[in-house]
C-alpha cells in the first residue's frame, strides 16, 4: 500500500535538517515531490527510487539525491532505515541537478547519524550549524555509483527494457530482442545508446545487477539470485556482482542486515 509523504515543519526553517525514519518490508511511498533537494541514505535495507528518468537501487551505505521537483516514489526491499537531509535550493545551488546514487563515506555516515539527533531549530551560528556546513562540503565530495537505469523514452526500446527488467534470465540476443521490438539490430542498439547513454549488453548487466540487490535482501540464496538473473554460474554471476560494485554479493548481504560487513565470497 502506497504513504504519502509530507515535508512541512518548522524543520524547515532551518537552510539544511536532517531526520530518520524505519520502514516495514514491501512499503511504497507514493510519487511525490519536494520543494527542497533531498539526501536519502540506506542506513539499513535497500530500496529503489523511479522517476520519469528510470530507476535507482540504493543499497546499504548509500544515499540518492533527488533534486528539488522531482517527483519520484521509494519501494522498500526488507526493512529499511532511511536518514533524509533536506537541503534549501538556494543553499547549496552548485549541486546536482539530476538524481544519483552516491557511494558514502564513513565521515559522512557519522555525520549524517549525528545530523538526526538536533533540534529542528538548531543555532545555525553554533556548532550544530557548524556540524550541518561540514556534512553538507563532505556531500560535495561523494562519488557517484553506477546504480541507475536509465529508462529509454523510443516506446520500441522501452518494450525491450521493460521485458528485461521483468525478466532478467532472459538471455535472448539483441537480435532476439529487436524482432520482439520490430526494429533492425542496428537501429535498437543505437535507440539504447543514445537514449541511455549505454550500449545494449552494458543496460541489461546493470538491470540484472539491480534486480540481484533487491533479491539479495529479500533473502534469495546467492545460487537462485545468480540463475534468476541469467548467468550460467554463482562464479561468473559474483565476478560481475564484484566488477560493477567492488564487493561480493556476501558483503551487501550482511551490510542490509545490518551485520559488520566482512568480504566473503557467497
Request: aromatic share 6%; proline share 7%; glycine share 8%.
Given at each position: 500500500?502506497?504513504?504519502?509523504?509530507?515535508?512541512?515543519?518548522?524543520?524547515?526553517?532551518?537552510?539544511?535538517?536532517?531526520?530518520?525514519?524505519d520502514?516495514?518490508?514491501?512499503?511504497?511511498?507514493?510519487?511525490?515531490r519536494?520543494?527542497?533537494d533531498?539526501?536519502?541514505?540506506?542506513?539499513?535495507?535497500?530500496?529503489?527510487?523511479?522517476?520519469?528518468a528510470?530507476?535507482?537501487?540504493?543499497?546499504?551505505?548509500?544515499?540518492?539525491?533527488?533534486?528539488?521537483?522531482?517527483?519520484?516514489?521509494?519501494?522498500?526491499?526488507?526493512?529499511?532505515?532511511?536518514?533524509?537531509?533536506?537541503?534549501?535550493?538556494?543553499?547549496?545551488?552548485?549541486l546536482?541537478?539530476?538524481?544519483?546514487?552516491?557511494?558514502?563515506?564513513?565521515?559522512?555516515?557519522?555525520?549524517?547519524?549525528?545530523?538526526?539527533?538536533?533540534?529542528?531549530?538548531?543555532?545555525?551560528?553554533g556548532?550544530?550549524?557548524?556540524?550541518?556546513?561540514?556534512?553538507?562540503?563532505?556531500?560535495?565530495?561523494?562519488?557517484?555509483?553506477?546504480?541507475?537505469?536509465?529508462?529509454?523514452?523510443?516506446?520500441?526500446?522501452?518494450?525491450?527494457?521493460?521485458?528485461?527488467?521483468?525478466?532478467?534470465?532472459?538471455?535472448?540476443?539483441?537480435?532476439?530482442?529487436?524482432?520482439?521490438?520490430?526494429?533492425?539490430?542496428?537501429?535498437?542498439?543505437?535507440?539504447?545508446?543514445?537514449?541511455?547513454?549505454?550500449?545494449?549488453?552494458?543496460?541489461?548487466?546493470?538491470?540484472?545487477?539491480?534486480?540481484?540487490?533487491?533479491?539479495?535482501?529479500a533473502?534469495?540464496?546467492?545460487?537462485?539470485?545468480?540463475?534468476?538473473?541469467?548467468?550460467?554460474?554463482?562464479?561468473?554471476?559474483?565476478a560481475?556482482?564484484?566488477?560493477?560494485?567492488g564487493?561480493?554479493?556476501?558483503?551487501?548481504?550482511?551490510?542490509?542486515?545490518?551485520?559488520?560487513?566482512?568480504?566473503?565470497?557467497?
Open positions: 500500500m502506497a504513504t504519502p509523504f509530507h515535508d512541512e515543519g518548522v524543520e524547515m526553517m532551518r537552510p539544511v535538517f536532517a531526520h530518520s525514519a520502514h516495514a518490508p514491501g512499503q511504497l511511498i507514493a510519487r511525490h519536494h520543494s527542497r533531498h539526501l536519502l541514505y540506506a542506513a539499513s535495507g535497500v530500496m529503489t527510487v523511479d522517476s520519469d528510470g530507476c535507482w537501487v540504493v543499497p546499504p551505505q548509500f544515499a540518492v539525491w533527488i533534486p528539488s521537483g522531482t517527483a519520484h516514489s521509494v519501494a522498500m526491499h526488507g526493512a529499511v532505515r532511511i536518514v533524509s537531509v533536506f537541503v534549501a535550493a538556494r543553499h547549496r545551488p552548485g546536482w541537478r539530476s538524481c544519483r546514487v552516491l557511494e558514502v563515506t564513513p565521515l559522512m555516515r557519522s555525520l549524517l547519524l549525528r545530523a538526526v539527533t538536533l533540534p529542528g531549530l538548531y543555532d545555525e551560528a556548532p550544530d550549524g557548524r556540524l550541518l556546513e561540514v556534512l553538507m562540503d563532505e556531500l560535495a565530495r561523494l562519488v557517484p555509483a553506477p546504480l541507475h537505469l536509465p529508462v529509454p523514452r523510443d516506446s520500441r526500446a522501452r518494450t525491450v527494457a521493460d521485458a528485461i527488467r521483468a525478466a532478467p534470465d532472459d538471455r535472448r540476443s539483441l537480435a532476439g530482442w529487436a524482432a520482439v521490438a520490430g526494429a533492425g539490430e542496428r537501429t535498437l542498439a543505437r535507440l539504447f545508446l543514445r537514449e541511455t547513454g549505454l550500449s545494449f549488453g552494458a543496460w541489461r548487466r546493470r538491470a540484472r545487477l539491480m534486480h540481484a540487490l533487491t533479491a539479495l535482501t533473502g534469495l540464496p546467492v545460487t537462485t539470485v545468480a540463475l534468476d538473473c541469467g548467468y550460467d554460474s554463482v562464479s561468473a554471476f559474483i560481475a556482482f564484484r566488477r560493477e560494485l564487493a561480493s554479493p556476501g558483503r551487501y548481504v550482511a551490510s542490509a542486515r545490518g551485520e559488520i560487513p566482512g568480504d566473503r565470497p557467497g
